[in-house]
C-alpha cells in the first residue's frame, strides 16, 4: 500500500529532475553564449584610456569605466576570463572588433558603425559639448563659428565626422587622442575640444580654469559593440544591460568612473 508520503516524495523527485534539466540546459546555453561571444575563451575588451566611458584611473590608482566595468561583468555572467586590450582612441577598437581582434566595447552606436560592428540597446545617453581653456575668448556656442578659430577633435570619431557641416568658418583639427589634444590646448594649437562631455569633464579636470560651455550639440548613445556574425547572442547582451539598468550596478559604474553628463538610455 502506497505511503502518503510517497507521492509528495515522488513530486519532489520530479520537481528536482525538472530544475537539475533546466540548469543544464542553462548552463549549455551560457557555454554556447560564451563561445559565440568569446572563442578564445577568454572576453577580450576593447578600452582606450582618458574617458569614463572606457578607461580611466581613480584617485586611488584603481582602474574604472563603462566599457571597462561592464566588460568585467560581462565576463563573470559567462565564467570566463577577461583581457583588457588598450588603443589610443575608439575608433581602432572598431576596427579591431570588424576584424575580430576584440570581442567588447562600449561606444557610440551610429548608424556608420553599425555597417561594421553589431550592436546591443542602449547602455546610457550622454551629451556632447565644447572645452575651452582658461582665458578663452569663446565664451558661449555662439562665438565658435568664426575664421581663424580651430576646434579640436579625436581623429576616426564621430564628432570629426558631424562638426564640419555645423561649421562654415572655424577649422577642425584632429587630434591623435585626448592627452594628445589636452596638449594641443595648451600650446594653443586649437581653441577648444569637442567630443562628449563624460571625456570633457575628465579633460577639464586636468586643465586648471578650463570650462564646458552651456549647451550640447548632440547626444551619443552608448551600446555595447560586438563583432558582426554574433548577433543570437544579443538577447542575452540586452538581458544583462537590462540588468545593470534596473539593479543600479550601472549607476554604481558611473559613479566609480567619474561620468559626467549621463542620462538614461531611451529606445526608439
Known amino acids: 500500500m502506497m505511503s502518503l508520503f510517497q507521492p509528495r516524495r515522488l513530486a519532489r523527485t ?7 534539466i533546466g540548469s543544464l540546459g542553462a548552463s549549455a546555453r551560457a557555454d554556447g553564449e560564451a563561445k559565440l561571444l568569446a572563442p578564445s575563451g577568454t572576453l577580450r575588451v576593447g578600452i582606450y584610456p582618458g574617458s569614463p566611458t572606457s578607461m580611466v584611473t581613480d584617485p586611488s590608482g584603481k582602474l574604472h569605466g563603462l566599457a571597462y566595468d561592464l566588460g568585467g561583468e560581462l565576463a563573470k555572467l559567462l565564467g570566463i576570463g577577461v583581457d583588457y586590450v588598450r588603443f589610443q582612441r575608439v575608433a581602432d577598437i572598431v576596427t579591431a572588433i ?20 553589431s550592436f546591443s540597446q542602449p547602455v546610457l545617453a550622454i551629451e556632447l559639448g ?20 580651430k576646434i579640436g577633435v ?32 595648451g600650446r594653443g594649437e586649437i581653441d577648444l575640444y569637442a567630443t562628449n562631455k563624460p571625456t570633457l569633464f575628465e579633460m577639464s579636470d586636468q586643465m586648471p580654469g578650463a570650462k564646458i560651455l552651456d549647451g550640447n550639440w548632440g547626444a551619443e548613445h552608448m551600446a555595447i559593440a560586438i563583432p558582426k556574425g554574433r548577433e543570437s547572442a544579443l538577447p542575452l547582451l540586452n538581458g544583462f544591460v537590462a540588468e545593470e539598468q534596473s539593479s543600479g550596478a550601472l549607476d554604481t559604474i558611473q559613479q566609480q ?3 559626467r553628463g549621463a542620462t538614461k538610455a531611451t529606445r526608439d
Do not use: C, W
Not at 558631424?162 to 572655424?170: D, E, G, R, S
Open 14 to 20: 520530479a520537481l528536482l529532475a525538472v530544475a537539475i
Open 98 to 117: 570588424h576584424d575580430g581582434q576584440i570581442d567588447f566595447t562600449v561606444t557610440n552606436a551610429t548608424p556608420a558603425r553599425a555597417n561594421d560592428v
Open 130 to 149: 565644447y572645452l575651452v581653456p582658461a582665458n578663452s575668448p569663446i565664451d558661449k556656442v555662439e562665438d565658435i563659428d568664426r575664421p581663424g578659430v
Open 154 to 185: 579625436t581623429k576616426g570619431s564621430t564628432s570629426e565626422r558631424t562638426l564640419p557641416a555645423k561649421f562654415k568658418n572655424a577649422t577642425i583639427v584632429p587630434a591623435e587622442s585626448v592627452k594628445v589634444a589636452i596638449a594641443m590646448l
Open 257 to 259: 568612473a567619474g561620468l
